[in-house]
């Protein structure tokens, strides 16, 4: 079965970090580009992030460029988003999605059932 | 920056037709992805590359452009079509993914 798996959201004060992981399974996950969308609390549909299949090429949004690092291990099929200097305008569930491509065009055939992130004191 | 609008919400009844837009420059030049949300659920995919629609979803579905407006048509709509739906390209002048602001779908 085709699935994703996100982990690594919970809690964190405005200016702190946060890892998510997407595990992926069911397909070859190197021969796609991954990304991270997010839905902010009401709010629609927001592009954060992708990863090109081998990893050589990563995409960010304007609003978290300089701030998330997007990586990817194709030996452990997982990938990730660092998420650095947070505002509480990046409170949102976070999605991970496999891309129909191996360059990020945004094809997302395939998405986990997202975690939550929550930027607070 | 490249922009998708779609109308906030959208009112059919049941066994009726329902369009949604999703209007951008030149969206003609562009691929357009829909997907399909329900509350506290992850995006499902519906249409790909205009009016491809991947394994599983009826064929009530389907997608069209038009000028700078692409449109998402569900044919006898059901309640269980009650969603909300984003259009979504692809922008190869910055290399970003772009989705529109969605449309709340009611079945009356």
């Known amino acids: 079965e085709v699935q994703l798996l996100e982990s690594g959201g919970g809690l964190v004060q405005p200016g702190g970090s946060l890892r998510l992981s997407c595990a992926a399974s069911?397909?070859?996950?190197?021969?796609?580009?991954m990304g991270w969308v997010r839905q902010a609390p009401g709010k629609g549909l927001e592009w954060v992030s992708a990863?090109?299949?081998?990893?050589?090429?990563?995409y960010y949004a304007d609003s978290v460029k300089g701030r998330f690092t997007i990586s990817r291990d194709n030996s452990k099929n997982t990938f990730n988003v660092q998420m650095d200097s947070l505002t509480v305008d990046d409170t949102a569930v976070y999605f991970c999605?496999?891309?129909?491509?191996?360059?990020?065009?945004?094809?997302?055939?395939?998405w986990g059932q997202g975690t939550m992130v929550t930027v607070s004191s | 920056s490249y922009v998708l609008t779609q109308p906030p919400s959208v009112s059919v009844a049941p066994g009726k037709t329902a369009s949604i837009s999703c209007g951008g420059n030149?969206?003609?030049?562009?691929?357009v992805h829909w997907y399909q949300q329900k509350p506290d659920q992850a995006p499902v995919p519906v249409i790909f590359?205009?009016?491809d629609r991947p394994s599983g979803i009826p064929e009530r579905f389907s997608g069209s452009k038009s000028g700078n407006t692409a449109t998402l048509t569900i044919s006898r709509v059901e309640a269980g079509d009650e969603a909300d739906y984003y259009c979504?390209?692809?922008?190869?002048?910055?290399?970003?993914?772009?989705f529109g602001g969605g449309t709340k779908l009611t079945v009356l």
């Open positions: 590359y205009n009016n």
């Open positions: 990863i090109s299949a081998s990893g050589s090429r990563t």
């Open positions: 069911g397909f070859t996950f190197s021969s796609y580009a």
């Open positions: 030149n969206i003609g030049s562009k691929s």
């Open positions: 999605a496999k891309d129909r491509n191996h360059l990020s065009r945004g094809v997302f055939d395939i």
């Open positions: 979504q390209v692809w922008d190869s002048t910055s290399d970003h993914v772009l």
